[in-house]
């Protein structure tokens, strides 16, 4: 399977204390261990503890963003990408440098 079969969309909102994203329903070709079923599932990143901005995988021309959350002692990481304009917004705009820059602002006023 390729990186863009593993792909789940959807939105990521950012709060005052936390970031979540909402995806559509999960793809019957992931796997998912989500309460609730494959519908409509909402994934929290609280605490933040990293973000990182870069070139991952066998993207040459997206910077993705790098978020770690969760446990301090075993971090959760997922891997965001802002695919607005066919994928063109990030490269055009720098999006996802905008982004991340909202993202640290999370990692000192997420932690408990």
Known sequence: MGAREDTLMGTVTISEDHAEFVSG????RLPWTGAGGRGE????FQPVLDVLVGKR???FFNRWIELQYGDPANPSTVYLN????RGWRPILTRS???IAAELRELITTSHP
């Open 25 to 28: 329903e999960v793809p019957e």
């Open 57 to 59: 995988g066998t993207d």
């Open 41 to 44: 599932q909402v994934l929290r």
């Open 96 to 98: 996802n440098r905008k």
């Open 82 to 85: 802002d695919g607005g304009w």
